[in-house]
């Protein structure tokens, strides 16, 4: 069974940044996808960034330039640098994990079989 842990998130001004992390355990780790949602309070849950197995990455238009994902080499833990924070990038922020989905399918959270717990990000002056 596949866990996944998050750490980091909390308050920070407008223009910060906060680095979230997500380390997996427990599965069978092949040609997979580590990814990010965020949610808000009566909305669905929207794509942030994912990255491959293979360190291939894609991000919502929304974090372009400012998110960055990264992969440890050697491990299945992924951390998500976001820099020039803004008051809509608020949510609850879930990694997801899945390997067996298809790159057509990583902004879609319906297609993942594993998720964090979630974690609070709160960007306001």
């Known amino acids: 069974q596949v866990q996944l842990v998050e750490s980091g998130g909390g308050l920070v001004q407008p223009g910060g940044s906060l680095r979230l992390s997500c380390a997996a355990s427990g599965g069978n780790f092949g040609r997979y996808y580590m990814a990010w949602f965020r949610q808000v309070p009566g909305q669905e849950r929207e794509f942030v960034a994912a990255i491959s197995w293979s360190r291939s990455t894609a991000y919502a238009e929304s974090v372009k330039g400012r998110f960055t994902l990264t992969k440890e080499n050697g491990k299945n833990t992924v951390h998500l640098q976001m820099n020039s924070l803004k008051p809509e990038d608020t949510g609850v922020y879930y990694c997801?994990?899945?390997?067996?989905?298809?790159?057509?399918?990583?902004?879609?959270?319906?297609?993942?079989?594993?998720w964090g717990q979630g974690t609070q990000v709160t960007v306001s002056s």
């Open positions: 997801a994990f899945d390997p067996r989905i298809i790159l057509s399918s990583i902004r879609d959270s319906s297609q993942y079989d594993y």
